[in-house]
């Protein structure tokens, strides 16, 4: 079976964030794209060199549609904190620009595990999205990548149960379940080496995602790697921390009644305990196998990245506020 070439215009949603700059640097690393970030006159990010910016107006549609108009991918990537309804709009605006391809804003999610979506506090939203993309004619691409690993664990007790400032842990059951978790660099080569494939023929080629999850990692890991981890990175022994224990499902419940408190910390408590049940909900290396071979991914260092969190906790890192990237 013959094959196309690869898609070359590619449209960013958030470059100037977290996620949205690793996809665009890696992007532009292969070559192969131009790459465009849609961005609103207000924002204040700094674009990776070589972006193209188009600004647009989230409440005029049109604006939107004439940016997109010409992109074969577009990469959405916003804030926890953005309303969901412009998820919606831009994806309708996608559609209405015939944008064949589209990336959600649905990272880590198992959207092929129906049991971990059962009771995900997260996956109803994150499946809505899917639904927005394929009712306007789009096929979408979800990057399977589980939760980002210096973000989790600069971020503090709510995710991955560390405070490292404190030097205090809360251990989810005994601390041994492990994970899938990627970097987001890990997650930027992922998406430039799947855009840089045949976008269909034989295989592999980007069609073979097409409608389907993208199942990549950094590394696979539990608490206690963490913490081994942390101690390599710090010099300290677990003589230094304060272990706590706290069974998943309790953690779990705990977290799902907070949420209805309006404390949003209930969230990532809820969501990051239940992905460390002990049934290997987490581990979709083991279930659903990983496009990391095919792809040409090696897998990351876990010290390295271990470093970049503590760093990020010792310059004052916040989600919310920009500053200088790691």
Same mark, same amino acid.
């Given at each position: 079976?013959?094959?196309?070439?690869?898609?070359?215009?590619?449209?960013?949603?958030?470059?100037?964030?977290?996620?949205?700059?690793?996809?665009?640097?890696?992007?532009?690393?292969?070559?192969?794209?131009?790459?465009?970030?849609?961005?609103?006159? %207000?924002?204040?990010?700094?674009?990776?060199?070589?972006?193209?910016?188009?600004?647009?107006?989230?409440?005029?549609?049109?604006?939107?549609?004439?940016?997109?108009?010409?992109?074969?991918?577009?990469?959405?990537?916003?804030?926890?904190?953005?309303?969901?309804?412009?998820?919606?709009?831009?994806?309708?605006?996608?559609?209405?620009?015939?944008?064949? @391809?589209?990336?959600?804003?649905?990272?880590?999610?198992?959207? =092929?595990?129906?049991?971990?979506?059962?009771?995900?506090?997260?996956?109803?939203?994150?499946?809505?999205?899917?639904?927005?993309?394929? /009712?306007?004619?789009?096929?979408?691409?979800?990057?399977?990548?589980?939760?980002?690993?210096?973000? /989790?664990?600069?971020?503090? =007790?709510?995710?991955?149960?560390? =405070?490292?400032?404190?030097?205090?842990?809360?251990?989810?059951?005994?601390?041994?379940?492990?994970?899938?978790? /990627?970097?987001?660099?890990?997650?930027?080569?992922?998406?430039?080496?799947?855009? +840089?494939?045949?976008?269909?023929?034989?295989?592999? +080629?980007?069609?073979?995602?097409?409608?389907?999850?993208?199942?990549?990692?950094?590394?696979?890991?539990?608490?206690?790697?963490?913490?081994?981890?942390?101690?390599?990175?710090?010099?300290?022994?677990?003589?230094?921390?304060?272990?706590?224990?706290?069974?998943?499902? #309790?953690?779990?419940? %705990?977290?799902? %009644? #907070?949420?209805?408190?309006?404390?949003?910390?209930?969230?990532?408590?809820?969501? @990051?305990?239940?992905?460390?049940?002990?049934?290997?909900?987490?581990?979709? =290396?083991?279930?659903?196998?990983?496009?990391?071979?095919?792809?040409?991914?090696?897998?990351?260092?876990?010290? %390295?990245?271990?470093?970049?969190?503590?760093?990020?906790? #010792?310059?004052?890192?916040?989600?919310?506020?920009?500053?200088?990237?790691?």
């Amino acid at each position: 079976m013959s094959q196309t070439k690869h898609l070359e215009r590619v449209a960013i949603v958030g470059a100037s964030g977290r996620i949205g700059g690793a996809f665009a640097e890696e992007l532009l690393k292969t070559g192969k794209h131009t790459v465009t970030a849609i961005t609103r006159p %207000e924002s204040q990010g700094t674009l990776p060199e070589g972006v193209k910016a188009v600004q647009v107006n989230y409440d005029d549609e049109e604006s939107i549609v004439s940016a997109l108009k010409g992109q074969e991918f577009l990469i959405i990537t916003l804030s926890v904190t953005a309303p969901a309804e412009v998820h919606t709009k831009l994806v309708k605006a996608a559609g209405k620009a015939g944008v064949p @391809y589209i990336m959600p804003n649905v990272y880590g999610l198992d959207i =092929e595990n129906k049991a971990l979506c059962g009771s995900h506090p997260y996956a109803a939203q994150a499946l809505q999205k899917l639904a927005e993309v394929e /009712s306007v004619g789009a096929s979408y691409v979800v990057l399977v990548c589980g939760y980002w690993y210096e973000w /989790s664990l600069a971020l503090g =007790e709510p995710w991955f149960g560390f =405070e490292i400032k404190k030097r205090t842990v809360t251990f989810f059951d005994d601390g041994k379940t492990r994970i899938n978790g /990627s970097t987001w660099p890990q997650c930027g080569r992922a998406l430039a080496a799947l855009l +840089s494939l045949p976008e269909s023929g034989s295989s592999p +080629s980007l069609s073979d995602w097409k409608n389907k999850p993208l199942y990549i990692d950094s590394f696979k890991f539990s608490q206690r790697d963490i913490l081994d981890s942390l101690h390599r990175v710090l010099g300290t022994t677990d003589k230094d921390w304060e272990i706590t224990y706290q069974p998943t499902d #309790e953690r779990f419940k %705990e977290g799902l %009644e #907070e949420l209805k408190q309006g404390e949003r910390r209930g969230l990532a408590k809820a969501m @990051y305990a239940r992905v460390f049940f002990p049934n290997g909900d987490g581990d979709y =290396e083991s279930n659903r196998g990983l496009a990391n071979d095919v792809l040409g991914l090696k897998k990351d260092d876990l010290d %390295e990245s271990t470093k970049r969190a503590v760093e990020m906790v #010792e310059a004052g890192w916040s989600p919310f506020i920009p500053q200088v990237k790691f």
